[in-house]
């Protein structure tokens, strides 16, 4: 009867860190790296795109940049720039930038 109760005990506790991790969840400190190396010249370090027809990603969903960059990646989506630059990201790359981007607090202002 301990057994059991451990035993369901251990596997409650397996189940709850397996949904309470996404599989998709990166590492912000590796993708702040990588963002320096790779994305900060056009989109910032602070996500803030820093010329004009480029994309602010601080604050953007996780799960949509991933999206993203993985189609830029493998081409269904096109972009000069992009294309190439996604094209050096490993996957782990793309998911770490993302947790970083996505980990960057926005504040939200109303227009009057």
């Known amino acids: 009867m301990r057994n059991n109760i451990a035993l369901s005990l251990a596997l409650s506790l ?3 860190a397996a949904l309470s991790t996404p599989a998709w969840a990166g590492d912000a ?29 601080s604050g953007q969903q996780e799960l ?14 096109q972009h000069e ?3 190439i630059i996604a ?8 998911e770490n930038v993302a947790t970083w981007y996505s980990g960057i607090k926005v504040t939200i202002e109303m227009p009057q």
């Open 14 to 16: 397996l189940i709850s």
């Open 29 to 57: 400190a590796t993708g702040k790296l990588k963002a320096e190396q790779v994305c900060q010249t056009c989109h910032g370090m602070d996500g803030i795109g820093t010329m004009p027809m480029v994309a602010n990603l």
């Open 64 to 77: 949509y940049m991933i999206a993203q960059l993985k189609a830029y990646k493998s081409g269904k989506r």
């Open 81 to 83: 720039q992009m294309s």
């Open 87 to 94: 094209s050096m990201l490993s996957d782990e790359d793309i």
